[in-house]
């Protein structure tokens, strides 16, 4: 190729050259001049080309030279790659068979172990039949023995041996029936009690309802279908979500919302209210709907609080706190709104630390605060006391409102005026005649427990008490347990609840498990 290249440069410039002379019309004489020149001119580019010739030449044995020596040494480490791999698998091949030998052997004492063990198995088996044969024939010899010294039979002597004993222990016997018959005396008065508590627990539902409930009107009883849904499928969803039990029975125009939780059951009713107003009434609007009013009651309680914190004059408090003030509107101690005892409290501790030359707006605020954490037993552990003490201690609080959370319950000696203040208000506003029922603060307090029971096991979303405490609902993640442990789960509850719980009558525990994929197409 280098040849041919340079044989059309000397070509291209021969031809040059006859141009040049052709237009510029040189003579013969000056002719034979000229070609010598280029005749000289093509023999130095013919040596130029030769010389490039050579070196190219050279070059191209350079490479070649460098490529068989980068093949050699590629070739020399293949091989010893090669040898190496081969001593690998020779020493992974020994070791293997030595492997295989010892669990042989390990294999054959095992073996002959168990043999000589089945040996010892008979023999100790023949052993043991001879002994029983011969524990046999002693007692037959010692039978013969007491009847030839004693003249009656076996059976004889059974006889006169039982009526002995039975003259001896009448006495004994006596006195086991009386016990048996007292312990039957209290045992049936348990039960008679029982049978009773179980009678009386039938006929709470008028007195609850009368504070557990919540009435929504509907315009028209064909709503009432739409609500239940195909297969219960509508009111399925709104119990498992919202926590409640809801009532559909022949009331014209109404359905009942029932639940100790006051929080929960006013976003129920203000959800199924939503609802029927929509008239979409189906699984994805449901959860829509309650996903918004939560939005909408956590914004409400925050600003009722805010306007309560103006309305007494008390300075700035911390947001957390205010929210729980006004989520007091939905907690209730003994029969009493929590909030309305609360607003008591603060108003009668700021009028008597005026009379007594106290800080009227720190006894406000001691008192707005002294039950803060009954917003809080719902969904944590502990009496209100050391979780109102323990929050007001996280934002700061003045020493005097630490005080008066744990002295209004005895837990400390009052050390202010402010604190006496609260102390008396507080017993001013809880002592009146009709404030506080203590029948349904106990209903309350047991299905509490309840849901605080099954709340604690491991895997478990959400826990409601519904049907008066008579059913405890368990939600559980699907993705942490499975179809046998929430049949597991439902019964390990079922026994806490028995062993922890004072109830009448019987608590259905229902474990509902349900997996859910959501994705979205854009």
Same mark, same amino acid.
């Given at each position: ?50 010389? %490039?010739?050579?070196?190219?030449? #050279? ?6 030279? !460098? ?24 020493? $992974?091949?020994?070791? +293997? ?39 046999? =024939? ?27 004993? =039975? ?10 029936? @009386? ?27 008028? +007195?609850?309802?009368? /504070? *557990? ?19 219960? @499928? ?7 979500? *919202? ?20 929080? /929960? ?51 700035? &408090? ?29 108003? *009668? ?6 009379? &007594? ?11 707005? %605060? ?5 917003? %809080? ?19 700061? !609080? ?13 837990? =400390? ?18 002592? /009146?005649?009709?404030?506080? /029922?203590?029948?349904? =603060?106990? +209903? ?16 478990? $979303? ?12 368990? #939600? ?14 439902? $019964? ?31």
């Amino acid at each position: 190729m280098l040849n041919e290249i340079l044989i059309g440069g000397v070509t291209a410039t021969v031809s040059g050259l006859i141009g040049f002379f052709i237009s510029k019309k040189i003579t013969n004489a000056n002719f034979d001049i000229y070609v010598e020149k280029a005749k000289a001119q093509a023999g130095a580019i013919e040596n130029e080309a030769q010389m %490039l010739l050579y070196k190219a030449n #050279i070059k191209s044995q350079e490479i070649e030279l !460098e490529a068989v020596k980068l093949y050699e040494s590629a070739k020399e480490r293949a091989k010893a790659d090669l040898r190496q791999r081969e001593d690998d698998i020779i020493v $992974k091949e020994q070791n +293997f068979k030595r492997y295989k030998q010892n669990e042989e052997k390990r294999l054959q004492d095992e073996v002959a172990i168990l043999k000589s063990r089945q040996v010892d198995l008979k023999r100790n088996e023949k052993s043991l039949d001879s002994l029983k044969k011969r524990y046999e =024939e002693k007692i037959d010899e010692a039978l013969g023995a007491i009847e030839h010294c004693a003249g009656m039979t076996k059976d004889e002597a059974k006889i006169v041996l039982f009526e002995k004993i =039975e003259e001896k222990s009448r006495a004994q016997i006596a006195h086991i029936v @009386r016990r048996y018959e007292n312990e039957a005396k209290v045992e049936a008065k348990k039960r008679a009690n029982y049978i009773l508590a179980q009678a009386t627990s039938r006929y709470a539902g008028e +007195f609850a309802a009368e /504070r *557990l409930t919540n009435l929504v009107h509907l315009f028209d009883d064909e709503l009432k279908g739409r609500i239940i849904g195909k297969e219960g @499928r509508n009111i399925k969803t709104l119990e498992t979500l *919202l926590g409640v039990d809801i009532i559909i029975d022949d009331t014209p125009n109404a359905i009942l919302v029932s639940s100790f939780n006051l929080y /929960r059951r006013a976003i129920a009713t203000k959800t199924i209210e939503l609802l029927i107003e929509d008239g979409r009434i189906q699984p994805a609007r449901i959860e829509e709907i309650y996903s918004k009013v939560c939005d909408d009651f956590d914004a409400n309680i925050l600003n009722e609080g805010e306007e309560i914190i103006a309305d007494l004059d008390i300075g700035v &408090m911390h947001p957390e706190l205010i929210k729980l003030i006004g989520k007091l509107r939905y907690r209730a101690s003994y029969g009493q709104n929590a909030l309305a005892h609360t607003l008591e409290v603060a108003h *009668l501790a700021g009028i008597m630390a005026a009379e &007594m030359g106290g800080d009227v707006r720190l006894a406000k605020r001691a008192g707005l %605060l002294h039950d803060i954490g009954k917003a %809080l037993t719902h969904e944590h552990d502990g009496s209100h006391v050391d979780l109102g003490a323990a929050i007001c201690n996280r934002y700061n !609080e003045h020493g005097v409102v630490i005080n008066a959370i744990y002295a209004h319950h005895g837990y =400390e000696e009052m050390n202010s005026i402010e604190c006496g203040a609260v102390c008396a208000a507080d017993a001013l506003s809880a002592a /009146r005649p009709g404030a506080r /029922r203590e029948v349904l =603060e106990s +209903f309350l307090k047991r299905v509490t427990e309840i849901e605080e029971i099954a709340s604690e096991h491991t895997g478990v $979303k959400q826990a409601y008490a519904i049907n008066a405490g008579r059913e405890v609902r368990v #939600i559980v993640n699907a993705s942490l347990v499975n179809d046998d442990e929430s049949v597991l789960m439902a $019964k390990e509850i079922a026994k806490e609840i028995e062993e922890k719980v004072q109830y009448p009558g019987e608590i259905k525990v229902n474990v509902i498990r349900e997996s859910r994929a959501v994705e979205f197409a854009r």
